[in-house]
């Protein structure tokens, strides 16, 4: 028996729907082993399933981005490079055209990339979330590995360490400045503490990418 799994690409005008495949599976005689996806080809079928979507996004997208905004004619090219994106479900090489500004606009005649101005980051956010999420409950290497396990990716210790870097400098610089706070305990009538963090707990999203660490420095009796 061979499955196979398409996807109907529909960009609401007059065309027609276009009609792509992603995946096609064999089977045989039914089986514990054969029973449903297996997990190689669930992570191929994700990574064909994203090279497809990401690919009919972008050529929507220029659709528009090749006029110009005030009197709609088309925009002369300049030249073309390639530009790799890092999603939750491998990497994408897209194409990314630069065109020369309108005649029409009263600014001289330059060169723009639409599509570099549309991504301005070149790593999806969730792709970020699983690395410093992961990151922060165990060990670079076991991250690098879970998510090359599960999920069609390559990642690398490095690449998973700099983000979570990046990710973590970023939170600090959100903090603002220190505040310094008077706090009560068993242990002692009074202290000043110096507050460096202090979040909801349990605030981790792909938006925020790391939330909900809390950190309070005690400084009462330590001098």
Not at 58 to 79: E, G, V
Not at 102 to 119: E, V
Not at 200 to 223: F, H, N, Q, V
Request: charged content about 20%; hydrophobic content about 35%; some cysteine.
């Amino acid at each position: 028996m061979n499955i196979k799994v398409q996807i109907i690409v529909d960009d609401e005008t007059d065309n027609p729907p276009i009609v792509e495949e992603v995946g096609c599976f064999q089977r045989g005689d039914l089986s514990v082993e054969t029973i449903g996806l297996m997990l190689q080809e669930g992570k191929e079928l994700l990574a064909n399933l994203q090279q497809s979507m990401v690919k009919h996004q972008i050529a929507a997208y220029f659709t528009k981005a090749c006029r110009c905004m005030n009197c709609h004619s088309t925009l002369a090219r300049k030249d073309s490079k390639t530009i790799l994106f890092r999603s939750l479900f491998g990497n994408i090489e897209v194409n990314s055209p630069r065109f020369y500004t309108c005649k029409c606009q009263s600014a001289g005649r330059k060169s723009f990339s639409p599509l570099t101005s549309c991504l301005s980051a070149h790593t999806a956010p969730e792709l970020l979330y699983l690395q410093s999420k992961w990151a922060a409950l165990m060990s670079y290497g076991l991250t690098t590995d879970l998510l090359n396990e599960v999920l069609p990716l390559q990642v690398n210790r490095a690449t998973v360490m700099r983000h979570t870097h990046q990710i973590a400098r970023r939170i600090e610089n959100e903090l603002g400045d220190e505040q310094v706070m008077y706090m009560k305990d068993a242990n002692a009538t009074g202290g000043i503490c110096r507050c460096r963090r202090i979040l909801l707990p349990w605030e981790l999203t792909a938006d925020t990418c790391m939330r909900g660490t809390a950190t309070i420095e005690k400084l009462a009796g330590s001098r």
